[in-house]
């Protein structure tokens, strides 16, 4: 696992907080207007069908849920910055989780989860550990986190449904800043400067550190598709070719840098 930065980025726990809330809210409208025939469409997930997706969505808040009706880990084990190296190991256990899931009522479902979630996240301190699949984190740092199965969970869903899903702003910059942060983490230097216009600017890769004008290497994208590349949804030359990455000089390649997080 790649060794956390001694400082991590600050986040505000109450508006990661709101900004779970808001984007949970952005994909139940979603998934509940959906006809009964899209629930079955695949996705680009494997062999999941709309329908388990949507049902996993409703665990990003259910994971807290879980973590803070459990008694209060004695330790600290994840920093926010292990976080998105240590989901590699998980994706058998989510799997089995997802065909366990019943999906059958997801009004209720998204309901009751919502529901649950408001009443013990709004008195709970920030500070305060809870245990997950990965070890034991602050709760705070844990939202943050929830901000990026959110977002690349409503993104899957788009690209399967087609539905217009929105991003709340704050879920989005959590996210982007997360995963950008962690390819900081992954590549440590300053010979590379990545670019996610209005989040995260992040230096990284190897070599001399640029300090003033312009840098020689740049990497610039749009929040959107700086995930998909983050988390293994497309591909750098696929996303170049397609201009939606824009890099100039000649070590601004972060092929072999992606995806940071699987």
């Known amino acids: ?120 996240v709004a008195g709970a301190d920030g500070e305060r550990l809870v245990p997950t699949r990965f070890g034991a984190m602050t709760l705070a740092d844990f939202l943050v986190t929830r901000t990026v199965e959110l977002v690349v969970h409503t993104d899957d869903l788009a690209a399967a449904t087609g539905a217009e899903i929105p991003y709340d702003r704050q879920a989005l910059a959590a996210c982007t800043r997360l995963l950008a942060d962690a390819l900081a983490v992954k590549a440590p230097g300053g010979a590379v400067e990545v670019r996610v216009p209005p989040y995260a600017v992040v230096q990284c890769v190897e070599g001399p550190r640029h300090t003033r004008g312009t840098p020689p290497n740049v990497v610039e994208t749009d929040p959107l598709t700086w995930i998909r590349l983050a988390t293994g949804r497309s591909g750098w030359a696929a996303e170049l070719d397609a201009a939606r990455i824009a890099a100039s000089g000649e070590r601004a390649d972060l092929a072999e840098l992606l995806p940071v997080m699987g």
């Open 1 to 120: 696992m790649p060794p956390a930065r001694k400082r991590a980025r600050s986040y505000d726990p109450a508006r990661t907080r709101a900004a779970v809330s808001a984007q949970f809210g952005h994909v139940r409208e979603a998934v509940l207007a959906l006809p009964p025939e899209a629930l079955g469409r695949p996705t680009r997930l494997g062999s999941w069908t709309v329908r388990e997706l949507a049902g996993h969505v409703t665990a990003a808040l259910g994971s807290v849920v879980r973590a803070l009706e459990g008694p209060e880990p004695e330790k600290r084990e994840l920093t926010l910055l292990d976080w998105p190296f240590a989901t590699r190991t998980a994706a058998a256990r989510i799997d089995e989780d997802v065909r366990a899931a019943d999906t059958a009522d997801l009004p209720g479902l998204y309901g009751r989860t919502a529901e649950r979630y408001e009443e013990l």
